[in-house]
């Protein structure tokens, strides 16, 4: 019998960008820049481990607004031109970095590596990576799973149990739609629980989620197995909860492996480094500088001078570091031996993006965790949290604590002084959308009051999207998020009122599906409270 289990979970979620009116659009960048840094090297990292014959189980959370982005053929042709730039500029550089050595081999790696992107994306993968993590998920080592529709975050949406739910089932079914299931577990946006969500998860046929460690610590029941081991929500719904040494060797920014001083440096790009002449046409609009993806510097150390970087002392760095990270398990197993009459399960959530863009070597080092966990002496065996509750059906019952993976481990990211003057405008719209569900549910609608409806509803789950109060509270593109708020609550407002006088624009409706063309399948009906027996609904 294994000694324990590991299961690590990626979740890819990029908020809905798609901007047709215009030429290009920076924050599309978010998109392409995460295609060839993360999602890319995870399949071809896939694609090894299959070719190897290396038995692994991975989980992969796919967004349902990332999954109509890797659709939309707009956003492909506008990859596919942004790449071909990328491979301009690298021939530039080519030529520029011809008398230094160093830098010159870096510049050849940059350009191997953006025509094997280009190519696997075009002729291998026929622009459509969901269909490649599809294949990996029916040869058994990938379980695919979903998050809410806009990844609302569902603590400070639940005034209104119709919001909740309307986040859950558009996500559920949007996932449904490309890949042909539904999924049996759910990324809750944020890791964002309250007491009595399960309820909801168990409606929509979820089996189980993730919260914080201190979700399961603080629940209803001291938790006869710490973290090591789900809690059954009194429903059959499971919890697990994230293993914060896991936690740590990844994501701290002092304990963590992604700071070593041999990885490469983010924040060192050539969209900064060199004159502006020289890279202007490969920045936003000429003079605005940003990240272009060519990074010649290792992190160093906590100095403005960097050094070079060296791919094969970071290659041997990510193999040590994941021989450190394996041996770190298998230590915690023994001390949780005495104490479990069952094996342990690690539980390791971490975003997606965080491999390859942020921590460039990440997919190298997840690579070689999953090798090492499939050796055949090893005590470890990688599983999904669906293959655990089949090994392990009977779990503790309690009800987890309100909890997020936020900072202070609460709402505190998604509700401050930055961001506060959100919620009463996405609660207004929601109870208008849904008195607007109730009052028409039942009316002979015609085609174009169904597609005004259909629209308010994607507006309104537009908005509430979590995104755009993290940034900002982060300070990023504050502008942008504060634009996409009120520009997604004004075609709501719109929306809304030609409802109710019953005179709607054509022509302006049908720009706005253009413009948010998410959810095709979508019934604003989905905006209701379905009546419980004996319960009045009203």
């Given at each position: 019998m294994n000694k324990g289990y590991l299961s690590i979970i990626l979740h890819a979620h990029l908020p809905y960008v798609h901007h047709p009116e215009h030429d290009s659009f920076f924050e599309e960048n978010w998109l392409f820049e995460a295609i060839i840094d993360c999602y890319l090297p995870l399949i071809a990292m896939l694609d090894r481990l299959q070719q190897d014959r290396v038995s692994h189980r991975l989980t992969l959370s796919i967004s349902p607004t990332l999954i109509t982005m890797l659709q939309d053929e707009l956003l492909q042709q506008r990859f596919l031109r942004h790449i071909t730039r990328l491979l301009v500029l690298t021939e530039k550089e080519l030529e520029r970095t011809r008398d230094n050595p160093s830098l010159h081999e870096l510049a050849k790696r940059y350009q191997s590596g953006y025509l094997e992107?280009?190519?696997?994306?075009?002729?291998?993968?026929?622009?459509?990576?969901?269909?490649?993590?599809?294949?990996?998920?029916?040869?058994?080592?990938?379980?695919?799973?979903?998050?809410?529709?806009?990844?609302?975050?569902?603590?400070?949406?639940?005034?209104?149990?119709?919001?909740?739910?309307?986040?859950?089932?558009?996500?559920?079914?949007?996932?449904?739609?490309?890949?042909?299931?539904?999924?049996?577990?759910?990324?809750?946006?944020?890791?964002?629980?309250?007491?009595?969500?399960?309820?909801?998860?168990?409606?929509?046929?979820?089996r189980y989620f993730f919260v914080d460690s201190h979700g399961i610590m603080d629940a209803s029941q001291a938790p006869r197995h710490g973290i090591y081991a789900p809690l059954d929500c009194g429903n059959q719904v499971m919890a697990f909860g994230r293993d914060p040494a896991c936690s740590r060797q990844v994501w701290s920014a002092e304990e963590g492996y992604p700071g070593d001083a041999d990885y490469r440096e983010y924040y060192r790009d050539i969209g900064f480094d060199l004159p502006l002449d020289y890279i202007g046409p490969y920045i936003l609009d000429g003079q605005t500088r940003i990240n272009t993806g060519i990074k010649y510097h290792r992190i160093t150390g906590k100095t403005a001078q960097k050094d070079v970087y060296r791919p094969d002392k970071a290659l041997a760095k990510a193999k040590r570091h994941a021989s450190d990270f394996i041996d770190r398990r298998r230590r915690q197993m023994q001390a949780l031996a005495p104490e479990m009459d069952?094996?342990?399960?690690?539980?390791?959530?971490?975003?997606?993006?965080?491999?390859?863009?942020?921590?460039?070597?990440?997919?190298?080092?997840?690579?070689?965790?999953?090798?090492?966990?499939?050796?055949?002496?090893?005590?470890?065996?990688?599983?999904?949290?669906?293959?655990?509750?089949?090994?392990?059906?009977?779990?503790?019952?309690?009800?987890?604590?309100?909890?997020?993976?936020?900072?202070?481990?609460?709402?505190?990211?998604?509700?401050?002084?930055?961001?506060?003057?959100?919620?009463?405008?996405?609660?207004?719209?929601?109870?208008?959308?849904?008195?607007?569900?109730?009052?028409?549910?039942?009316?002979?609608?015609?085609?174009?009051?169904?597609r005004a409806l259909n629209q308010a509803l994607r507006s309104l789950l537009l908005a509430q999207a979590s995104d755009w109060p993290f940034i900002l509270k982060a300070g990023t593109t504050v502008d942008y998020a504060k634009k996409r708020i009120m520009d997604h609550l004004a075609r709501f407002n719109y929306l809304h009122d030609c409802i109710r006088k019953n005179r709607i624009d054509e022509r302006y409706l049908t720009a706005l599906e253009v413009m948010d063309d998410i959810f095709p399948d979508i019934d604003f009906r989905d905006y209701g409270v379905p009546e419980r027996k004996g319960v009045s609904n009203g």
């Open positions: 992107a280009l190519h696997c994306y075009q002729n291998h993968y026929q622009c459509d990576l969901l269909a490649a993590f599809a294949k990996h998920r029916r040869n058994g080592t990938l379980e695919l799973i979903t998050t809410a529709a806009t990844h609302g975050f569902l603590p400070l949406l639940n005034i209104s149990e119709a919001a909740v739910r309307c986040q859950i089932k558009v996500g559920i079914d949007a996932f449904a739609a490309y890949f042909g299931f539904a999924p049996e577990g759910l990324w809750l946006p944020e890791c964002g629980y309250y007491p009595g969500l399960e309820a909801v998860l168990k409606d929509h046929g979820i069952k094996p342990p399960i690690f539980t390791a959530p971490y975003d997606a993006e965080l491999f390859g863009h942020w921590w460039h070597e990440g997919p190298l080092w997840l690579e070689q965790v999953l090798r090492l966990a499939a050796q055949e002496n090893s005590d470890i065996k990688t599983v999904s949290c669906n293959d655990y509750l089949t090994l392990h059906p009977e779990q503790q019952r309690a009800r987890p604590s309100a909890s997020t993976w936020g900072d202070q481990g609460y709402n505190d990211y998604w509700l401050n002084e930055s961001n506060d003057w959100i919620y009463p405008l996405l609660h207004k719209a929601g109870q208008e959308m849904e008195k607007l569900t109730m009052d028409l549910q039942n009316f002979k609608l015609n085609d174009l009051q169904k």
